[in-house]
């Protein structure tokens, strides 16, 4: 399941983050790839330790909080500190699975990548090119959001970047280990819970309906949910 977030960042806090990223030095991005990726991966990074980056992500940790859409797609049970990258004309990144496990830096500990997520920090009309190109079991999915749209994939899946042709592509990338590990019951959670929402607004929250799904949604998550 791919979900898109509209908004988690405003037009404000997009055009503040570029303005910091922008006087940030940038190294190459295989410092963060492993060993397969590091071949097909051709970008730039904001180094893990910048000053930017623990701000810039601290900003975008606290957009994901608040965000029902993501708390609901994702049930996280850590979120990675969010990484910066950019994509200048010729840079792209050759079909890879990003990896199953990373030390979270100065943490002590290793999170298990459920969730692979970008955040567009650059509008489509602004480049050609860069697109994410996730593979699922319903084929392949072309996603190019608005700067300050975040779009949540199975980290199990195939995916690249294609070639930037003009322009510069910026986005944050980072991953969600999920209380909820597979990605079947972890959709299924989501779609009940937007159909709750939906019944909700109809019926109300008082009507019997909507508190034996509400009862059923939060019995499920409480069978699958791993804390
Ligand atoms: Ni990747």
Known sequence: MLVA?????????????RAALEASPWVDGTVTAGAQSAKAKHNLQIPEDAPVAREGGDMILRALGAAPLFVSAAQPL????????????????????DNALRHVPGAGFRIRTD???????????????????????YGSHNV????GHLVLYPSSSLHRVTPVTRGSRWASFFWVQSMVRDDGERALLYQFDQAIQAVRADLG??????????A????????????
Do not use: C
């Open 216 to 227: 059923s949604y939060h019995n499920l998550l409480r069978r699958w949910a791993v804390l």
């Open 205 to 214: 929250d008082g009507h019997a309906a909507v508190l034996g799904l509400t």
């Open 78 to 97: 850590r979120v990675f500190p969010p990484l910066f990258n950019r994509y200048d004309v010729g840079m792209k990144f050759d079909a890879h699975v």
């Open 144 to 147: 190019k959001l608005p700067a």
């Open 5 to 17: 977030i509209a908004d988690l960042l405003s037009r404000p806090q997009v055009a503040a983050l």
């Open 115 to 137: 969730l692979s997520a970008t955040l567009f920090l650059t509008d489509p009309d602004d480049y050609d090119g860069g697109e994410l190109v996730v593979e699922d079991t």
